[in-house]
Nanobody, 112 residues
């Protein structure tokens, strides 16, 4: 089993920044892919950013150029730096580990 603990969400004005963190612990072998997803009210959960076990990244078109995903593989921790935030970025953000495990979610609210 793997446990994920997220932090860093909150309330920010449009144009501001937030940094999310997600630390994985438990039974972990090797280097694993990690990602961030989000779910806004009334919408499906969507991929925000993903980083593979070899460091390749991909982003949703809506966040390209504004969000950056990074990881400390030694600490099994993934980060999401979010800049130039928009009200439409408001959602619960979830960390995903290796496509299988999910964090509890952290709320990000961007006010206009």
């Amino acid at each position: 089993q793997v446990q994920l603990v997220e932090s860093g969400g909150g309330l920010v004005q449009a144009g501001g920044s937030l940094r999310l963190s997600c630390a994985a612990s438990g039974t972990i072998f090797g280097i694993n892919a990690m990602g961030w997803y989000r779910q806004a009210p009334g919408k499906q959960r969507e991929l925000v950013a993903h980083i593979s076990s070899v460091g390749s990244t991909n982003y949703a078109d809506s966040v390209k150029g504004r969000f950056t995903i990074s990881t400390d593989y030694a600490k099994n921790t993934v980060y999401l730096q979010m800049n130039s935030l928009k009200p439409e970025d408001t959602a619960v953000y979830y960390c995903n580990f290796n496509g299988k495990y999910w964090g509890q979610g952290t709320q990000v609210t961007v006010s206009s």
